[in-house]
């Protein structure tokens, strides 16, 4: 039993320990005893350190040694995280903080602490996480985010090697060193334009070409894994059979024939473009640009048609116009009386323009102006 002189008992101190805290006391700077809320006395040679229970118990010293205080362990909670593990704190129900790997050490009874792990050496993350959490700011940059639009689909390769087939939606990939690539490809219908392609005809004439298709990708394998650049393949397949076919025919045919052409072009290029996993919907020539030269003989050759074709059509209304008179006249010779009507009719037509008739001559005028108008030559 230790004695202490008078002098030593007037050095105790007092000490209160207040709710929500700890204290820890040590003697001659080694670790002796812990201490929890009410009044204690210490004495001269003892030090007391106070925790907030609200905190991560953080000691000076290596908490190894602490923890062979079994009533000091019974008050903690113990999270041990190895190497590529994190660790989700929540208190009372919502997220504090991300724990790295290490020793931690969290006071019992004031909170409810719940603490998730996470092994970032994987790629999915299986962790009962919610997406809120994982998007805020401490927690993202440990995150790979990838977004698949509603009108894509997309393909997801580990280290080079294919996983599976992204729909649309927000992926999310831990952060490691594995390598992750997303391939997207989109699934609308698109248009594919061949501008301006020079091509010989059969006959030897030099034109140039506009031509247009329609696709849409519907295998996404075939055309981001098996192929390289799916759009450049397409683009220099139709220009290959659009020279082919064309290059087969006269300048005339094609011409004449230009939607049979597409056609073929449509068949030979549709069966080809399923190995790049398009699906070619639609095709056609949207201009034949011709060489100046044979563009101004063509001209001529329009003028002079359509010269023709106005003089058989004049030729045609004169013949007409012929014919009706010819009628005309048959009926006059065998009918006296339409002769008279006819008569009467010119001579009205040149009333219409004369005002005044000044009639100067013998009875002879008169007779002949009855002769006119009457149709037995009597008044």
Request: glycine share 4%; aromatic share 10%.
């Amino acid at each position: 039993m230790q004695i202490f002189k008078k002098t030593d008992l007037l050095m105790f101190k007092k000490v209160r320990i207040n709710a929500g805290f700890v204290g820890l006391v040590f003697r001659k700077s080694n670790y002796n005893r812990v201490i929890t809320e009410g009044s204690y006395w210490l004495r001269p040679d003892e030090q007391l350190n106070i925790f907030d229970m609200a905190k991560a118990f953080s000691p000076a010293i290596d908490l190894n040694v602490l923890l062979k205080d079994k009533q000091l362990a019974e008050l903690l909670t113990i999270v041990e995280i190895s190497d590529n593990e994190i660790v989700f704190q929540f208190v009372n129900g919502n997220f504090k903080s991300i724990w790295y790997p290490g020793r931690y050490a969290f006071w019992k009874g004031l909170n409810n602490y719940e603490f998730k792990k996470a092994d970032l050496s994987k790629i999915e993350i299986t962790e009962d996480i919610m997406v809120n959490i994982l998007v805020k700011p401490e927690v993202i940059s440990l995150i790979r985010v990838y977004s698949v639009e509603s009108y894509e689909k997309a393909i997801l390769l580990v280290d080079g090697k294919f996983i599976k087939k992204l729909d649309k939606g927000l992926y999310y990939f831990w952060k490691n060193p594995i390598p992750i690539v997303v391939l997207k490809a989109d699934l609308r219908q698109q248009q594919i334009e061949i501008s301006g392609q020079e091509i010989l005809t059969k006959d030897k004439t030099n034109i140039r070409i506009n031509f247009y298709g329609r696709y849409k990708v519907v295998d996404i394998e075939k055309a981001l894994i098996e192929n390289k650049d799916y759009e450049k393949q397409l683009y220099v397949l139709l220009q290959l059979v659009l020279r082919e076919f064309i290059g087969s025919f006269s300048l005339d045919e094609i011409l004449e024939k230009k939607g049979s052409i597409t056609e073929n072009v449509l068949l030979i290029a549709k069966a080809k473009a399923q190995c790049l996993g398009i699906e070619l919907s639609d095709c056609g020539i949207r201009d034949i640009i011709l060489p100046g030269d044979i563009k101004e003989i063509m001209n001529q050759v329009l003028i002079a048609e359509k010269r023709a074709q106005a003089n058989i059509i004049t030729r045609r209304e004169e013949t007409a116009s012929t014919r009706s008179l010819l009628n005309t006249a048959k009926l006059m010779e065998e009918n006296a009386m339409l002769f008279k009507l006819k008569e009467m009719e010119y001579v009205e037509k040149i009333a219409d323009k004369i005002n005044n008739i000044s009639i100067t001559g013998n009875a002879q005028v008169l007779d002949q102006l009855k002769s006119i108008f009457s149709t037995s030559g009597k008044l």
